[in-house]
């Protein structure tokens, strides 16, 4: 079993950028494929990006294709997600997921362990 503890949310203007951290602990985090959902009030959780447990293959969103970057530090045990040129529409809660997986894919049920959230916060 792994413990997922999201930071790096806050509030930022349009334009800006931030990034957010996946702590992971209790099992070798490099044997788990890692992903990021984030989510609205009211609306399902939206796939954001993912990345397999070495790092080489990753998978984005078309609405954040080119303004994040989703990697890790496997000797670190963490993930991250570099926000950068930050849209209103990217308010959300954001969430980490991982899976004991080699590769993972864009849906939520895909993923067996999820951390707290953090809110990202864009205003125009």
């Given amino acids: 079993q792994v413990q997922l503890v999201e930071s790096?949310?806050?509030l930022v203007q349009a334009g800006g950028s931030l990034r957010l951290s996946c702590a992971?602990?209790?099992r070798t985090f490099s044997s788990y494929a890692m992903g990021w959902f984030r989510q609205t009030p009211?609306?399902?959780r939206e796939f954001v990006a993912t990345i397999s447990w070495s790092g080489t293959t990753r998978n984005y969103a078309d609405s954040v294709k080119g303004r994040f970057?989703?990697?890790r530090d496997n000797a670190k045990n963490t993930g991250f997600l570099q926000m950068n040129s930050l849209k209103p529409e990217d308010t959300a809660v954001y969430y980490c997921a991982a899976r004991n997986v080699v590769w993972a894919?864009?849906?939520p049920g895909e993923y067996n362990y999820w951390g707290q959230g953090t809110?990202?916060?864009v205003s125009s």
Avoid: N
Wanted: net charge positive; hydrophobic share 15%.
């Fill in 119 to 121: 809110q990202v916060t």
């Fill in 24 to 26: 992971a602990s209790g």
């Fill in 8 to 10: 790096g949310g806050g």
């Fill in 42 to 44: 009211g609306k399902e």
């Fill in 105 to 107: 894919g864009r849906y």
């Fill in 69 to 71: 970057t989703i990697s």
